[in-house]
């Protein structure tokens, strides 16, 4: 089963600018994913954990910071994660 | 919830503008020097030639540059006279608190004129036979004009009936969000059709200026003033209210904001909740005393948003309010006691608590007022990483009682603990509400004499405290923070002084 894990960097500027809502949008989805279209594999488990400042970078500049599998995202909001998530989320990319 | 406050606890682009200028000012106030360098700032926010979400960058940094004086604790420019960003910053480039009313702003060139409230049929409309609508209609507003719904704008009174009875939802309500927001009617328009405050209505509880999609309403901090203070080597001492558990991410527990505030320049740092537990045990024993023998009922006064809506819509009755001191007020003289020397901050959700602070009464019990947002951003300008601190120290302060007064029916609950531990013969009503409109409405119950013998908690933002303007977190979230750190109280009931 390929599972997405995801990090979310915690560190101030990161709070700061909206890491508690991509969290909260992350949750929002693990909630409905028994309801997602046919398109998407609603079995691929969805795991967050939350991180301070990822591989120890300052990244003061580029918050907030999120890793889907080992991948780094900067400047994240939950639209841009979101998009990255569900598209992961897709049958034909497992 | 009413609807306009669809956005409450959501990160969008408004927020992390509003943020961005508190994280700057900050920056600005930490670095000292020549203050004329505002003038940068916005360029620094809004950078390049492409707007981000207005007709051009030149729009979009004049508001910033608006939003960098309101943080300054200046006032609007006027917008058809030339002046700099910083006109004026001398007098507000200060150690001590500086204020000029209106504390709460519409920039009005940011504001995009929303149409006021009127109830329009959708495309949804398929002109069914029923049409409830048309019969719904007390005014005879509604009625079927080549096959469709059709409402005259002229006749409708925008009660909203024939919105709740079209089995299509074809009839949509168009609403500014600010006025939405105000439980008070207070948002008006100018001559161009764009949100004007009127300040005799207006109780400055900050919904509006959270609930604006474009950004247009900001109030003033005090965040530079404050700073200055403590660069400047003067004694500050931080009273922090009770909804400020979570505010700032999973890694800042209590005693690491604690810390964290110790890191930034404040002296000490007491919870307000140690005035919340002194007021839980007055009002518990001024309820037992005075309701119904001298008083008919008791209004609880920890909310400065509840009691401003009482005196100035309810003049009758604010007798009846309690006359306890708020516990921000109570926190603030029990650290000026022992520490007449020093400045003395709240820090909290509540952009109403900056005018309580300037009242006669109270300014000089509390110098400045500063929100959790606008605290995070001087966190971040200082570089403070939360998972670097060691726990040192902790919050022993007050009870689990006073805790609890941060979100809605906190403040009711944690009297009536105290009435039935300490009176327990007492028989106690209560009644509470959330949200200034439904305040309004539980105050006109109290007026016509129907919770006589009650105690009645008042709260302006919807969810209590921790629902607040200057807020960080979603509003669910804190609410299930400060439940799990009021179970980590080392004592859950504040104890009754001696005298009473």
């Not at chain 2, 409309?125 to 059709?150: D, W, Y």
């Not at chain 2, 500063?370 to 601190?389: P, R, Y």
Request: hydrophobic share 40%; aromatic share 6%.
């Amino acid at each position: 089963m390929n599972n997405l894990n995801i990090e979310i960097c915690v560190g101030t500027k990161c709070v700061m600018n909206g890491a508690m809502d991509i969290m909260q949008s992350i949750e929002n989805l693990k909630e409905i994913s028994s309801e997602l279209s046919e398109q998407y594999n609603s079995d691929i488990e969805i795991n967050i954990t939350t991180v301070k400042c990822l591989e120890g970078a300052k990244h003061h500049c580029s918050s907030p910071w999120v890793s889907i599998n080992g991948e780094i995202f900067e400047n994240t909001n939950s639209e841009t994660i979101m998009a990255e998530i569900i598209d992961r989320m897709k049958w034909d990319v497992v | 919830m009413g609807c306009g406050l669809k956005m409450r606890g959501l990160y969008t682009p408004v927020t992390q503008i509003r943020r961005q200028v508190f994280e700057e000012i900050a920056r600005l106030a930490y670095e000292g020097g020549d203050y004329r360098r505002i003038e940068d700032i916005p360029y620094k926010i809004i950078p390049g030639e492409i707007p981000r979400y207005r007709e051009s960058v030149f729009k979009e940094r004049a508001i910033v540059g608006e939003r960098l004086r309101l943080a300054m604790g200046l006032s609007l420019r006027d917008v058809g006279k030339p002046a700099p960003i910083s006109k004026g910053i001398e007098d507000s480039a200060i150690s001590e608190k500086y204020y000029e009313p209106p504390l709460i702003n519409v920039i009005s060139f940011a504001c995009d004129a929303c149409a006021e409230k009127s109830y329009i049929v959708s495309e949804n409309c398929r002109g069914c036979l029923a049409h409830p609508c048309t019969s719904v209609c007390p005014v005879k507003a509604v009625s079927i004009v080549e096959g469709f719904s059709h409402i005259d704008k002229e006749k409708c009174i925008k009660c909203g009936r024939c919105k709740e009875a079209c089995p299509y939802d074809a009839i949509t309500k168009r609403e500014r969000p600010c006025a939405a927001a105000c439980g008070v009617d207070a948002i008006e328009s100018d001559h161009l059709g764009r949100a004007k405050i009127n300040p005799d209505k207006c109780v400055s509880c900050g919904m509006c200026m959270v609930n604006c999609p474009f950004a247009a309403i900001a109030d003033k901090s005090q965040i530079f003033q404050l700073i200055r203070a403590m660069e400047e080597g003067k004694e500050v001492i931080a009273i922090v209210a009770p909804a400020f558990v979570g505010q700032f991410g999973p890694l800042a527990t209590p005693d690491k904001i604690k810390e964290a505030l110790q890191i930034l320049g404040f002296s000490m740092v007491y919870e307000v909740a140690l005035g919340a537990d002194m007021g839980a045990i007055a009002e518990a024993h001024h309820y037992v005393e005075k309701v119904p023998s001298e008083l008919p009922f008791l209004l609880t006064s920890c909310c400065p948003s509840w009691s401003m809506l009482a005196k100035k819509y309810f003049p009758d009755i604010i007798g009846s309010i309690s006359n306890e001191l708020t516990p921000m007020v109570a926190t603030a003289r029990y650290v000026k006691e022992r520490h007449p020397d020093a400045h003395v901050t709240f820090i909290g959700p509540c952009s109403a608590k900056k005018l309580e602070a300037s009242r006669k009464t109270v300014r000089s019990d509390v110098d400045f007022v500063i929100t959790f947002e606008e605290l995070m951003g001087m966190f971040v300008a200082k570089e403070i990483e939360f998972s670097d601190l060691e726990r040192s120290t902790s919050f022993h302060d007050a009870t689990a009682t006073g805790r609890g007064y941060g979100v809605a029916g906190g403040v009711a609950s944690a009297i009536e603990a105290c009435i039935h531990e300490y009176y327990p013969a007492k028989e106690v009503k209560i009644d509470r509400a959330e949200g200034l409109s439904n305040c309004k409405k539980l105050l006109q119950m109290v007026k016509a004499g129907k919770r006589n013998g009650y105690l009645i908690e008042g709260m302006g933002c919807p969810g209590g405290c921790v629902a607040g303007a200057g807020t960080i977190i979603p509003i669910n979230k804190a609410a299930i923070a400060l439940q799990n750190y009021k179970q980590t109280s080392s004592k859950k009931l504040p104890e009754k002084p001696e005298e009473v």
